[in-house]
């Protein structure tokens, strides 16, 4: 978790689209949203926000394989502050074991 979150950036998760499509309506809560490909565009009061990802070639360490999703989040009428309560509950949502 971050302690600020400009309205775009992008990020790179250890995941594949499968894991990540089946955790991200539990992370997007109550808030409306719409899936078209590979983006969604989710409605947080007053504003919006769209998440776009595309699959990237897996992290090699060793002998082990570590699916990738380069994830682009843009924001769009939200101040500082909404953009941190929507994202500190996103992270938690999408959060996978470490500590």
């Not at 926000?49 to 380069?70: H, M, N, S």
Request: net charge negative.
């Amino acid at each position: 978790m971050q302690s600020h979150y400009p309205e775009q950036f992008e990020r790179d998760m250890g995941c594949t689209e499968a894991e990540w499509l089946g955790w991200l309506p539990a992370a997007l809560g109550d808030n409306a949203w719409q899936r078209d490909g590979a983006f969604v565009q989710v409605t947080i009061d007053p504003g919006t926000l769209r998440i776009d990802w595309q699959q990237a070639e897996p992290r090699v360490l060793g002998q082990a394989r570590i699916p990738r999703l380069l994830v682009r989040f843009a924001f769009s009428g939200l101040d500082a502050d909404q953009r941190y309560v929507f994202m500190k509950r996103f992270d938690l949502y999408m959060q996978r074991g470490g500590g």
